[in-house]
Nanobody, 122 residues
């Protein structure tokens, strides 16, 4: 059983930055690929980023290249999402997820956090 807890969400002006964190337990976290998804009210869940077990392979969703960076620190049992040059369309609840391999589809992930709200004002 893997438990995921997101933090670091909040409100920011357009053009600003935020870092989201996902704390995972137990220590078997290092055996999983990780991902971030987001969901705005009335919208379907959208892929944001994924990272493999060692952290040497990453992927990003459309329109997010160059602004968002996913990383992990296996020693700290954590994964991060650094978001830069935020836009109002980035407003959503952000979820971290764990699965067996990197993928862009939520069905590939078996464990999910509760989500953290990110609000970007124009």
């Amino acid at each position: 059983q893997v438990q995921l807890v997101e933090s670091g969400g909040g409100s920011v002006q357009a053009g600003g930055s935020l870092r989201l964190s996902c704390a995972a337990s137990p220590l078997t976290f290092t055996n999983f690929a990780m991902a971030w998804f987001r969901q705005a009210p009335g919208k379907e869940r959208q892929f944001v980023a994924t990272i493999n077990l060692s952290g040497n392979n990453k992927g990003y969703g459309d329109s997010l290249w160059g602004r968002f960076t996913i990383s992990r620190d296996n020693a700290k049992n954590a994964v991060y999402l650094d978001m830069n040059n935020l836009k109002p369309d980035d407003t959503a609840v952000y979820f971290c997820a764990a699965g067996d391999s990197t993928d862009y589809h939520p069905r590939a992930y078996h464990y999910w956090g509760q989500g953290t709200q990110v609000t970007v004002s124009s």
